[in-house]
Each structure stands twice: as structure tokens, then as C-alpha cells.
């Protein structure tokens, strides 16, 4: 199967945002409900410019979304990446299964032939 242009793009995308341990962090506390970025960038020690670019990778990715309410901008967990991950993930998984199934199949069936 041969992703198109855009699905390829969004995968890189969805998997860079995740190759970073910080941004998986924040992944992991939005799973929780959404989050101000104070709060959210508490835990990390970095300066608030810095992780911003966090957010604004995670947020390209399509894995969160921001909303600003007066001077608070909050973060929400966003679905789609997962499912565009999971899509990716379940596809190599069945490739992968069916191949060590008849990997399996060899080895267990080898040399009865021969009796």
C-alpha cells in the first residue's frame, strides 16, 4: 500500500512529535483532560519560550489543540493522531503476524514431509 503525499506527511509528523520525551510527557498528562500550558509545563524545569515549541510540534502534529480564553491558553488531547498511528502500527502488525505465522508453520511442519 502506498500512502499518499498528505497521509505520509501526517505520519512523519505523528511519530517526530512523539520522539521526544517531554512531549510525550505532555501527551501522557492530556490523556488525564485538558491542561493551561502552566500547568502543563511545571513539571519540566525548561523555560516557558522553550517549551512552547513543545506545544507548537505537538499541536502541527494534530496531537493536541490549543484555545485561548483571556490571557489562558489551554491544551486538549486530539484523536486523530492516535488514530493515524494506530492505523500505521496495525498495518505493520498484520504484516509481521502473518509472516511469523508462516515462519511457525515452516518450523513445526518441517520434515514431516520426509516420513
Known amino acids: 500500500m502506498i500512502l499518499s503525499h ?3 506527511y501526517s505520519l512523519d509528523s505523528v511519530f517526530q512529535a512523539l520522539s521526544d520525551p517531554t512531549r510525550r510527557a505532555v501527551i501522557g498528562r492530556l ?29 502541527a502534529a494534530g496531537w493536541i489543540r490549543t484555545s485561548k480564553t483571556g490571557r489562558v491558553r489551554t491544551c486538549t488531547l486530539e484523536p486523530e493522531a ?13 504484516i509481521w503476524e502473518t509472516r511469523t505465522d508462516r515462519l511457525e508453520d515452516l518450523v ?6 520426509d516420513r
Request: cysteine-free; aromatic content about 6%; hydrophobic content about 40%.
Open 31 to 59: 490523556g488525564g483532560g485538558p491542561a493551561s500550558i502552566t500547568e502543563l509545563s511545571e513539571p519540566f524545569g525548561i523555560a516557558l519560550p522553550s517549551f512552547l515549541k513543545h506545544i507548537r510540534v505537538l499541536e
Open 82 to 94: 492516535m488514530a493515524v498511528a494506530e492505523g500505521w502500527l496495525g498495518r505493520q502488525r498484520a
Open 108 to 113: 513445526l511442519n518441517e520434515g514431516k514431509d
Open 6 to 8: 498528505m497521509e505520509h
